[in-house]
Nanobody
């Protein structure tokens, strides 16, 4: 069973930066695709960023392009989300996810992922 644990969330002013981390319990996860989603109060969970197993292919939600960067360190079984130029609308609980699929039909689809973390709160003040 793979466990994912997020960290790095907190309170930051608009324009600031945070780096989220998601550590995994199993070494096999180095071959899994990884992603970040977020859920704001009263809204559905939405896709933020995706990385294939080696970081060679990444995808981002349009709202975060140019501000957020997903990366991974497979030696540490960890994926990161560097968030710069944060905006109040980025306020949400951020979740990391992992997929065992060799080929994903839609990396932006929550249903494509097999494992989820508990989430970490990010609050951006104006």
């Amino acid at each position: 069973q793979v466990q994912l644990v997020e960290s790095g969330g907190g309170l930051v002013q608009a324009g600031g930066s945070l780096r989220l981390s998601c550590a995994a319990s199993a070494r096999t996860i180095s071959t899994y695709a990884r992603a970040w989603f977020r859920q704001a109060p009263g809204k559905e969970r939405e896709f933020v960023a995706h990385s294939n197993w080696n970081g060679g292919n990444t995808y981002y939600a349009e709202s975060v392009i140019g501000r957020f960067t997903i990366s991974r360190d497979n030696a540490k079984n960890t994926v990161y989300l560097q968030m710069d130029s944060l905006k109040p609308e980025d306020t949400a609980v951020y979740y990391c996810a992992a997929s065992r699929a060799i080929t994903m039909r839609s990396p932006r689809n929550m249903g494509e992922y097999d494992y989820w973390g508990q989430g970490t709160q990010v609050t951006v003040s104006s």
